[in-house]
Nanobody
Framework: QVQLVESGGGLVQAGASLRLSCAAS????????MAWFRQAPGKEREFVTG???????RYVDSVKGRFTISRDNTKNTAFLQMNSLKPEDTAVYYC?????????????????WGQGTQVTVSS
């Protein structure tokens, strides 16, 4: 039974930092890529960043230099460090399980999702 559980969201002011966690269970964590998506009200779910099983990463342009994805295979956990937060980062953030090789940007390419954690950034 695959389960992904996000935590770490909250309400912060612009310029602050948050660290999100995604605790995974029910599968061999190290064999799969992991990704973070976000969705603001009325907007399409957006790929933010992902990390492959070999720790290759990529980021959407809007978060480059501010966000960092990482993984700890000994803890079956993926992380998203978010620095210099902006109001436009406000969204529900979801972690998702990817494939064994690629990091697609389309949400339908991911088969398991967490429940989401709310990030709200005030100006």
């Amino acid at each position: 039974q695959v389960q992904l559980v996000e935590s770490g969201g909250g309400l912060v002011q612009a310029g602050a930092s948050l660290r999100l966690s995604c605790a995974a269970s029910g599968y061999i964590f190290s064999n799969y890529a992991m990704a973070w998506f976000r969705q603001a009200p009325g907007k399409e779910r957006e790929f933010v960043t992902g990390i492959t099983r070999s720790s290759t990463t990529r980021y959407v342009d809007s978060v480059k230099g501010r966000f960092t994805i990482s993984r700890d295979n000994t803890k079956n956990t993926a992380f998203l460090q978010m620095n210099s937060l902006k109001p436009e980062d406000t969204a529900v953030y979801y972690c998702a399980r990817g494939g064994r090789v690629t990091l697609p940007s389309n949400s339908y390419e991911y088969d398991y999702w967490g429940q989401g954690t709310q990030v709200t950034v005030s100006s």
